[in-house]
């Protein structure tokens, strides 16, 4: 196995704030105060920001004793008990999470469990304690999201399982549990996978009575048993309960957060970057549960909140949150602050999209926390496995190459079938072209220099007209070879499925079917913290 990196500069719809937070420019500093390298700055955190951390004995006792409660629920490894008694002790916490996909999602998800995992042991490294955690994102209620998962299948096309489980609109994922038709689901991933432990794992853990959520910790607790990595379920009431404090803070501040929040975007938007979430003169970044779906909480007139066709008083709402917290559910820019009230965290790890959420969130973490947590990037990969690899080599192809979409794909693919002395005759043509053009151009230049431009744009076209033509050359190769489309379909399928990197799109349990548990260790060894951009790494 090896790899090397791929700026995301040079892959296709990465925002303009992804790019100039990983390499720190000026003009991102003031919305990211640290690197996206940890390792410029962990040790700083031993000596100076760790004590910012503000973390009382008795909140971490009561954390504590919920991950243990869920950890043996989860069926935790001895590893990652050891961990949650290095958490007791007083360790510190290298945090990511994500929704709670279906079979655990696309493979970025276990990407992100061995990115904090890797940072936790650099932060190990310099002397701080410091153990992963998997935040479990159970109370999102986008089920079509989570309810997916792309498995290749053997005509090459990326097949999308779903399950039939369905709850109240908007309802909490993890509220929402499998039927009997999981059972039939999970054989129909099976046939796919083949026979392997990753499919037995499976069978194991997607059962009717469990949850998205449950099935996801039992499947990832299993994955994850000999690297420790701990897994919260953010939707326990008891955590919550712990939480109650910061809901009435919200409550209480929501309009000076509010404008905060705004102020940023504008921010924001002067700088020339987007806002991830859309902030109005009516957000929170509150939801409350209702009838079992979650319901945004906007502000009201008079200083009052409204979620749905409900109106309440501030004094109403902040007894909600003393009376019955588990009724109050975070948006994605407060989250991460419940969080990192709930644990001591060194930094998050998280996608292009959390970054941006991030940028938003300051304004939450300043009036909520007093510490603004650094956020880290996930390992980025494609996987090339022997035969798309293979198949790059036998057409002389990169991934760059994929990265145009399908069609110019199987242009290139054509191309390189061409008969020899047609893609002569090509090449020949093209210097002819330019060659006279020359001669014209200095003929010209003796005669009216006026004209030098028209002849520049007729070498022009005259060149576009035979690069046009060799692309149609090619494409007619192509129809007549069924073998080389096919080829074409296959690499696109599997490296740039739908014109996004394989890692959102192919699910993380085809590549442990194929590969074996052992690939997460070596990924592991893979991730470089200096490299913060995608890696293509070749099985």
Known sequence: ????????????????????????????????????????????????????????????????????????????????????????????????????????????AIYKALSAVKLAEEARRTGLSCVPIFWLATEDHDLEEVNQAGIPAADTQLERITSAARGPADAPVG???????????????????????????????????????????????????????????????????????????????????????????????????????????????????????????????????????????????????????????????????????????VAYVGGAAEVAYFAQAAPLYRGLNGRITPIVPRFSATLVEAKPKALLERYELSFLDLLHGPEPLREKIGARLLDPALQQSFDQAGAAVERTMTAVRDALARLDKTLIESAANAESKMLYQLTNLRARAARAELRQSEVAERHARFLSNTLYPGKTLQEREVAGVYFLAKQGRELLGQLLEMIHPDCVDHQLVTL
Not at 194 to 213: I, M, N, S, V
Not at 242 to 257: C, D, K, T
Not at 286 to 301: D, I, K, Y
Request: charged letters at 20%; one cysteine or more.
């Open 1 to 108: 196995m090896n790899s090397h990196c791929l700026p995301f500069r040079q892959i296709p719809h990465s925002t303009r704030l992804f790019l100039d937070y990983l390499d720190h420019l000026p003009a991102v500093q003031p919305f990211f105060p640290r690197s996206a390298r940890f390792r410029e700055w962990v040790e700083n955190e031993v000596q100076n920001e760790v004590q910012n951390i503000r973390y009382p004995s008795d909140r971490r006792n009561l954390v504590a004793d919920i991950l243990e409660r869920q950890s043996r629920i989860f069926g935790a490894s001895p590893r990652t008990l050891e961990n949650l008694a290095a958490f007791r002790a007083g360790a510190l916490a290298l945090v990511t999470g994500q929704q709670v996909g279906l079979f655990g999602g696309p493979a970025f």
């Open 175 to 345: 509220t929402i549990r499998f039927g009997p038709d999981i059972s039939e689901t999970v054989l129909r991933v099976q046939g796919l996978l083949g026979e392997c432990e990753a499919a037995k794992l499976l069978a194991d853990c997607y059962r009717p009575g469990e949850t998205f959520g449950t099935a996801f910790a039992r499947f990832f607790s299993a994955l994850f048993a000999e690297f420790g990595v701990i897994l919260l379920d953010g939707s326990d009431a008891e955590l919550d309960r712990i939480a109650a404090p910061l809901y009435r803070q919200v409550i209480e501040q929501a309009h000076e957060l509010n404008n905060s929040l705004l102020e940023r975007d504008q921010q924001l938007q002067s700088a020339g970057y987007h806002q991830q979430v859309r902030i109005t003169s009516t957000s929170t970044p509150l939801f409350l549960m209702s009838n079992g779906s979650r319901v945004a909480v906007h502000l009201g007139a008079g200083g009052t909140f409204v979620a749905g066709t409900e109106t309440l008083t501030q004094k109403q709402l902040v007894a909600r949150a003393e009376s019955s917290p588990h009724s109050f559910s975070p948006n994605v820019l407060l989250r991460p602050v419940i969080q990192d009230y709930l644990l001591p965290t």
